[in-house]
T-cell receptor, first 106, second 114 residues
Framework: KNEVEQSPQNLTAQEGEFITINCSYSVGISALHWLQQHPGGGIVSLFM???GKKKHGRLIATINIQEKHSSLHITASHPRDSAVYICAVWGSRLTFGEGTQLTVNP | DAGVTQSPTHLIKTRGQQVTLRCSPISGHKSVSWYQQVLGQGPQFIFQYYEKEERGRGNFPDRFSARQFPNYSSELNVNALLLGDSALYLC?????????????FGPGTRLTVL
């Protein structure tokens, strides 16, 4: 079993829909990152969380330390949000989930 | 300000060869980490360096080695290349040891081993 599990693996949405991507982890962590990776490989850090909730524009990230679970929400999704979203946790090292491929159709 | 830079962008090698990948962190960042991302998978941690010292190593064979220079740039070396080493190699920098600091990723070096 992977230390970091993401769901769903693939997600297709229509423009304007509310998106939720989930991340569960099995190790003790000091921080959790949500990352965005576009085709070609470039990775951008979206959020770093150790508790509670953070919001940036249309993106919201939450974490529940007791339940070892985090969610990334995208409100009013847009085709430019199409990318791979990766959850990564800092335990003894940064461990990544497999990623969620999001496609938003116009 | 320039972001994290990596060179080369693409590289093709044959089995058994050796390769050196380079990373320049954001100015002022003291920590550099290296990751391997095989196509279709999430990145895997290889090394972390902080203030020129190795601070973490992932589950990779001794064919993988790295170092950090006084200007905080870093090199990743891979010896005796195998087909399975074909991947995107990502470098990330952060101000301090990465656990509590945002990581900034470079564009990656895509290595193909034939």
């Amino acid at each position: 079993k992977n230390e970091v599990e993401q769901s769903p693996q693939n997600l297709t949405a229509q423009e304007g829909e509310f998106i939720t991507i989930n991340c569960s982890y099995s190790v003790g962590i000091s921080a959790l990152h949500w990352l965005q990776q576009h085709p070609g490989g470039g990775i951008v850090s979206l959020f770093m969380l150790s508790s509670g909730k953070k919001k940036h524009g249309r993106l919201i990230a939450t974490i529940n330390i007791q339940e070892k679970h985090s969610s990334l929400h995208i409100t009013a999704s847009h085709p430019r949000d199409s990318a791979v979203y990766i959850c990564a946790v800092w335990g003894s090292r940064l461990t990544f989930g497999e990623g969620t491929q999001l496609t938003v159709n116009p | 300000d320039a972001g994290v830079t990596q060179s080369p962008t693409h590289l093709i090698k044959t089995r058994g060869q050796q390769v050196t990948l380079r990373c320049s962190p954001i100015s002022g960042h003291k920590s550099v980490s290296w990751y391997q991302q095989v196509l279709g998978q999430g990145p895997q941690f290889i090394f972390q360096y902080y203030e020129k010292e190795e601070r973490g190593r992932g589950n990779f064979p001794d064919r993988f080695s790295a170092r950090q220079f006084p200007n905080y740039s870093s090199e990743l070396n891979v010896n005796a290349l195998l087909l399975g080493d074909s991947a995107l190699y990502l470098c990330a920098s952060s101000l301090e040891l990465a656990a509590y600091n945002e990581q900034f990723f470079g564009p990656g070096t895509r290595l193909t081993v034939l």
